[in-house]
């Protein structure tokens, strides 16, 4: 059984001690500093013998000679003695030296020992023999059984000079890239009986991957459409309120009143290019503390809800460092309030830190399923299958399908919708390396079944009708009047 370490509470003193550990000094013994040795005596072997010889007397053994008990008082292992240490005198030197040791990260987890006393056992000479002896018959009874190799194609060894051996090895190895056929079969050990083996995964083929990255990519594709449509419809009800009309393009929203207009001034311009990064972040709360955590769907479902929890972080935060770069969209923000270089540089890099932090835990409010694909099978390759490959190729086809001929009214507006999706990957490579977050499962202890190919098939159907519709049907605009009129009086 381990023995017990001490569990601190860790106050203000604790972690004062953890990062300037010169401060406290630790509470030694000082019975060296009252340890005298003059007043150390040594007694002769007469002085012992009387000194038994009253003992014996005191508890009323019978008498044994002197020689016989000296004897067996010698065969008696004695304890060890008390080491009493001197304190010695402390110098510059010594001090700095402790200090460098003290701050070293390996002894901030230390295991401290048990504060309990260690009681000693004293084995005797009989005990000893008795012990040896049983271990000779457990010898003779058990021989070790020396370890043995085979191959399942034969046991034949070779008898080629061992040089020559080691020359065709090497020439093996070095032409072993090149072959494409039936690979050799691997030697097989011989284990002896009781000993453990330790459980060897299972690896997980390409195609067990192929499924949940298609099903992923047709619904990112789909969250992030939605999302954009609700990130320009916020745009264009809020410019309504300053009697702005809009028109929405599948590349744009384009104001027909013209960038030199008399309605336009510094009030509407703030507002209404913060509204869409605005309600995309109320958005993005909803998904993470409303949908994520009280609704238990189904696997798919929560695939899809956690893209709209993505892009919906990303049209804030990630539009505030494309905005930055491009001045197009939420950059419109930053050049009215007159923000200069530095502050843009800062506040970019807050967003992206911020991006990677909150994006870090995300994976355990994916489906976790039993199969070769799962995350406790391989981490890496569930991740890369569910975010890092549907973000790749679902963002590209997005990027590449708001490429158009006609020249928009926004200049930079392209290269802002590529900054903002680029921006995305601080959200989905993070999750990839923590190992401790584990995914979502049914009522907490069971995996959702896999996804069967219907259900693949439906949405990769549902992908493509967003993507011909908003494609060819905002290729020739869509027009947005809002009017607002409200009349309140007496009649006559």
Known sequence: MPPHKHRHKRNLRYWLKKIFPGIFRSKRSRISESYDPGSTKFLTLEEVKAALAEAREREGKTPVSESTSVFEEAKRPQAPPLQLHRREKKTIGSRFNKFLSRIQFRLWNRRRASSSPD??????????KRAKEAQEGFAASHPVEEPRVFNSTGLQQDSRPLSKHRHRRRRRRFWKIFQFGKKKEQPAAFIPKGDILEEVKEKAPLKV????A?????IFIIAYQLSWLLYQLAVMVVASFSSIDSVLYYYEVMFPIGNYSPKWNQTNIIFITLSGPLVSLILWALYRFVFLRKFHPGAQVRIFLVWLYLNSMMLFFGAFVGGAITRQGFGYVVDWLYMNIAFRTLFSLMFLSLIVWMSWKVVRFLPENSGLDSWKQNRFGYVLSRLVVPWFIGGTIM???????VIPQHENIFNYDAFTMATMLFAVLPPMFNSKVRPHLIQGRKTYPRIHRASVVAWVVVAIAFVL???????YGLYFQLIFDLNLGIYH
């Open 469 to 475: 519709l908003i494609r060819l049907g905002l290729s």
């Open 209 to 212: 991957y192929i499924r949940p």
């Open 214 to 218: 298609i099903t992923s990519t047709a």
């Open 119 to 128: 009681e000693y056992h004293y084995l005797t000479i009989e005990e000893i």
């Open 399 to 405: 990027v590449l399908l708001k490429i158009t001929d």
